[in-house]
């Protein structure tokens, strides 16, 4: 069984380490490689042909990562309700001849809320950042019970996604704009700030009361800024290692079609996170 991650610059990613080390532990003979659209011969290759070849091939699925979760979604035959709604697409799944297209940025994000646990429904979340995987946190989030109020430096690019999120859930409370963050429940980070190359925070989480949680998608590196200043205020944290690691998991499920160890895909993050320094 053969799968590959689609997508520019790619050479650090994680995912192939985990998909190949879970297909290992399941004795499954899975090869996962890099098609990394800024080499030859991939560069040289439209993103259709970049498809054709791999079903070609026998590939049983791609992961999609940027710049192509959005362009991909007018080459498959059928998508994931989540797909649909925020019009992006970062795993594919070849199956009898037809092609679907999944999201498990959301699905991700969900299972990671799920595991954290803490409390969304009925109460007042804020999202800072209205970008592509902050697309698919807010959908999460509000598919969770959230009252959501989304921030993002650019106010028309957020007030666009809430619109968005308002079409596909007609029922769900979403606002743009400022946000009271003494008021809500929960933050989300999900915009690039506190990576090393973003540095910084995106919210001041002293602005939170004293039961409020924090939520970073950010995971290299693995601690960030604000999760650290969250922690020292004593709030309940998830770093953005819960996201990676269940997009793994739901990635690995859609293309096997085996189901994955959580713990087992935990271990090999872990390992893969030291190996790079950034655990």
């Known amino acids: 069984m053969k799968a590959a991650l689609v997508g520019s610059g790619i050479g650090p990613s994680l995912t192939p380490g985990m998909h190949e080390a879970e297909g290992r532990a399941q004795g499954l003979a899975y090869r996962y490689e890099r098609f990394d659209t800024a080499l030859a011969p991939w560069k040289d290759m439209s993103l259709s042909a970049i498809l054709d070849h791999a079903e070609a091939q026998g590939y049983a699925g791609l ?17 994931s309700d989540a797909s649909q709604a925020l019009g992006t697409v970062n795993t594919i799944v070849f199956r009898d001849g037809r092609r679907s297209g999944h999201t498990t940025d959301y699905s991700g994000f969900a299972a990671a809320l799920q595991a954290f646990d803490p409390r969304v429904e009925g109460v007042d979340i804020v999202q800072f950042g209205a970008g592509g995987a902050g697309a698919a946190t807010a959908l999460a989030l509000v598919d969770a019970g959230a009252r959501l109020t989304l921030v993002d430096l650019d106010e028309a690019r957020a007030e666009a996604l809430a619109d968005q999120l308002r079409a596909a859930r007609p029922a769900a409370q979403i606002r743009s704009g400022s946000a009271d963050l003494a008021r809500a429940a929960g933050a989300v980070n999900a915009t690039p700030l506190g990576m090393d190359a973003y540095p910084g925070m995106a919210f001041d989480p002293q602005r939170l009361g004293p039961g409020a949680w924090v939520a970073d998608i950010v995971y290299f590196p693995l601690e960030t800024a604000l999760t650290r200043a969250a922690r020292a205020r004593g709030l309940r944290v998830m770093n ?28 090999s993050f872990d390992q893969l996170m030291a190996a790079r320094g950034g655990a």
């Open 240 to 267: 953005g290692g819960a996201m990676a690691l269940y997009q793994a998991v739901a990635a690995f499920e859609l293309i096997t079609g085996h189901t994955a160890s959580a713990s087992r895909m935990r271990a």
């Open 63 to 79: 992961n999609i990562t940027h710049p192509h979760k959005m362009q991909v979604a007018r080459h498959l035959d059928a998508l």
